[in-house]
C-alpha cells in the first residue's frame, strides 16, 4: 500500500512538455534537488524522450543520478569548486559541462589532466549577485582559449519581470564582445529569449524548471492515503501530545509527514482569534496554535490533530460526517519542489 503519490496524466504532461520545447529557442530541462517531485531519474528519462542535446542538474552529486537514463550533455549549474573532490572529478567526464563563476578556478580547472580540456560555461554576475564574474574577469576569462572547452556564457537572472530583459541584453551583448559563444540563460520567458538569439545573432539555451516540469498542473495530482481511522469520543485524550478532544469525531490517520515535505508546506497556522474559532468549529478541537492540514476529507481541508510525524499526520474529522475508508486515497497539497512522494504513477 503506498502512501504518498504522485499522479500523472502521462499523455497530457508528455503533449505539454513537447509544446514547451517546441516554443524554443533551445530548452536545457533543469532537474536537481527533488527532481520536483518526480525524482532525478525519471526527469532524465523524460529529457531522453524530449529529444534534447543537454540536460542541467544541480550539483556534481546529482550527475550518476541521471547519468544512465540521459545520454547527452549533462551542464552542473552550482559553480565549480576545487575543494569539491566530486567537483573535480566529474569535471573530467567528457558528457560533463561545468560552470566556472570565477576566474581564480580556472587554472586548477585547465590542470585536471583528463585526456581532454573541461568543457565549461562562464558564469557572469547578474543583479542576483550570487555567482559569476564582472565584466573584467570575464574578458581575463574569455582569454583561457585552449586550456579549457568553451561551451559558452551562463546568466542566471532574478525573477522578476521589470528589467530582466534589459540586463539578459546588456550581459549577453558583453559576452557576445568578449567572445561568440552559446548564451544558457533561466527565467526568460521563450518570446524573451527567442528575441534575444535574434537581437545577438547568438544561440540561446534556455533552462527551465518550474514551469517545464510543473507547468501543467491539470495533468497532475497529488493523494495521501488513508492508514488508519479511529472514533475518539469527547474529553478523550489522543496523539503524541494527548491532547483533549472538545467532542465527538473521527481521528483520521494519513500518510505524508515531515519526511514527505509535509510539514514544509507551510500550513497556515491558526493564530487569529477567528481562525481558531473556525478550528473549533469544524475539528472540534482546541485549537490554540493548530494549523490547517493539506488534506482535503469529504470536500474540504482539514486541521491537524498536532504537528505532522515523520510518515504520517492525524487530522481530525467532526463525529456527524462519514469518514473517508481505510485505504483510499485523499487529496493532498503539496508543494513539488520540496516535497518527496513514495510513489509516481503514471494513468
Ligand atoms: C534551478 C535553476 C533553474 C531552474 O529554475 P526554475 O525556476 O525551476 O525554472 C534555472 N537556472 C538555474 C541557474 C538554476 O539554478
Given at each position: 500500500?503506498?502512501?504518498?503519490?504522485?499522479?500523472i496524466?502521462?499523455?497530457?504532461?508528455?503533449?505539454?512538455?513537447?509544446?514547451?520545447?517546441?516554443?524554443?529557442?533551445?530548452?536545457?530541462?533543469?532537474?536537481?534537488?527533488n527532481?520536483?517531485?518526480?525524482?532525478?531519474?525519471?526527469?532524465?528519462?523524460?529529457?531522453?524522450?524530449?529529444?534534447?542535446p543537454?540536460?542541467?542538474?544541480?550539483?556534481?552529486?546529482?550527475?550518476?543520478?541521471?547519468?544512465?537514463a540521459?545520454?547527452?550533455?549533462?551542464?552542473?549549474?552550482?559553480?565549480?569548486?576545487?575543494?569539491?573532490?566530486?567537483?573535480?572529478?566529474?569535471?573530467?567526464?567528457?558528457?560533463?559541462?561545468?560552470?566556472?563563476?570565477r576566474?581564480?578556478?580556472?587554472e586548477?580547472?585547465?590542470?585536471?589532466?583528463?585526456?581532454?580540456p573541461?568543457?565549461?560555461v562562464?558564469?557572469?554576475?547578474?543583479?542576483m549577485?550570487?555567482?559569476?564574474?564582472?565584466?573584467?574577469?570575464?574578458?581575463?576569462?574569455?582569454?583561457?582559449?585552449?586550456?579549457?572547452?568553451?561551451?559558452?556564457?551562463?546568466?542566471?537572472?532574478?525573477?522578476?519581470d521589470?528589467?530582466?530583459?534589459?540586463?539578459?541584453?546588456?550581459?549577453?551583448?558583453?559576452?557576445?564582445?568578449?567572445?561568440?559563444?552559446?548564451?544558457?540563460?533561466?527565467?526568460?520567458?521563450?518570446?524573451?529569449?527567442?528575441h534575444?538569439?535574434?537581437?545577438?545573432?547568438?544561440?540561446?539555451?534556455?533552462?527551465?524548471?518550474?514551469?517545464?516540469?510543473?507547468?501543467?498542473?491539470?495533468?497532475?495530482?497529488?493523494?495521501?492515503r488513508?492508514?488508519?481511522?479511529?472514533?475518539?469520543a469527547?474529553?478523550e485524550?489522543?496523539?503524541?501530545?494527548?491532547?483533549?478532544?472538545?467532542?465527538?469525531?473521527?481521528?483520521v490517520?494519513?500518510?505524508?509527514?515531515t519526511?514527505?515535505?509535509?510539514?514544509?508546506?507551510?500550513?497556515?497556522?491558526?493564530?487569529?482569534?477567528?481562525?481558531?474559532?473556525?478550528?473549533?468549529?469544524?475539528g472540534?478541537?482546541?485549537?490554540?496554535?493548530?494549523?490547517l492540514?493539506?488534506f482535503?476529507?469529504?470536500?474540504?481541508?482539514?486541521?491537524?490533530?498536532?504537528p505532522?510525524?515523520?510518515?504520517?499526520?492525524?487530522?481530525?474529522?467532526?463525529?456527524?460526517?462519514?469518514?473517508?475508508?481505510?485505504?483510499?486515497?485523499?487529496?493532498?497539497?503539496l508543494?513539488?519542489?520540496?516535497a518527496?512522494?513514495d510513489?509516481?504513477?503514471?494513468e
Amino acid at each position: 500500500m503506498s502512501g504518498l503519490s504522485l499522479h500523472i496524466k502521462t499523455e497530457s504532461w508528455r503533449a505539454h512538455l513537447r509544446r514547451t520545447v517546441e516554443r524554443g529557442p533551445h530548452v536545457v530541462p533543469v532537474a536537481k534537488g527533488n527532481g520536483y517531485g518526480f525524482g532525478l531519474e525519471r526527469l532524465a528519462a523524460e529529457a531522453e524522450l524530449l529529444g534534447v542535446p543537454a540536460l542541467a542538474v544541480g550539483l556534481a552529486s546529482e550527475v550518476a543520478q541521471v547519468r544512465e537514463a540521459f545520454s547527452g550533455d549533462l551542464v552542473i549549474l552550482t559553480p565549480w569548486r576545487g575543494e569539491s573532490s566530486r567537483a573535480v572529478e566529474v569535471a573530467r567526464d567528457p558528457r560533463v559541462i561545468s560552470t566556472v563563476s570565477r576566474l581564480v578556478d580556472l587554472e586548477p580547472l585547465a590542470n585536471l589532466g583528463g585526456d581532454h580540456p573541461p568543457r565549461v560555461v562562464f558564469e557572469l554576475l547578474t543583479s542576483m549577485k550570487r555567482h559569476g564574474m564582472d565584466a573584467e574577469d570575464a574578458r581575463s576569462a574569455a582569454g583561457w582559449e585552449d586550456a579549457v572547452t568553451f561551451e559558452g556564457w551562463t546568466i542566471h537572472l532574478p525573477l522578476l519581470d521589470e528589467g530582466r530583459m534589459a540586463e539578459a541584453r546588456r550581459l549577453g551583448r558583453l559576452a557576445q564582445e568578449l567572445r561568440p559563444g552559446p548564451i544558457w540563460i533561466s527565467h526568460l520567458s521563450a518570446e524573451e529569449a527567442n528575441h534575444l538569439a535574434q537581437e545577438l545573432g547568438v544561440e540561446v539555451r534556455l533552462r527551465l524548471g518550474t514551469s517545464l516540469w510543473l507547468g501543467d498542473p491539470s495533468s497532475l495530482r497529488t493523494t495521501a492515503r488513508v492508514v488508519d481511522l479511529h472514533r475518539v469520543a469527547r474529553g478523550e485524550r489522543v496523539g503524541y501530545r494527548q491532547r483533549r478532544v472538545a467532542r465527538d469525531g473521527w481521528l483520521v490517520v494519513l500518510a505524508g509527514g515531515t519526511a514527505h515535505g509535509v510539514g514544509l508546506v507551510a500550513p497556515s497556522a491558526a493564530t487569529t482569534m477567528r481562525s481558531r474559532a473556525i478550528a473549533l468549529a469544524e475539528g472540534g478541537l482546541e485549537a490554540s496554535g493548530r494549523a490547517l492540514s493539506p488534506f482535503t476529507l469529504v470536500g474540504e481541508k482539514r486541521w491537524f490533530l498536532e504537528p505532522p510525524h515523520m510518515q504520517s499526520s492525524l487530522v481530525l474529522l467532526p463525529g456527524d460526517l462519514t469518514p473517508p475508508e481505510v485505504g483510499e486515497e485523499v487529496p493532498v497539497e503539496l508543494r513539488l519542489t520540496t516535497a518527496t512522494v513514495d510513489d509516481v504513477i503514471d494513468e
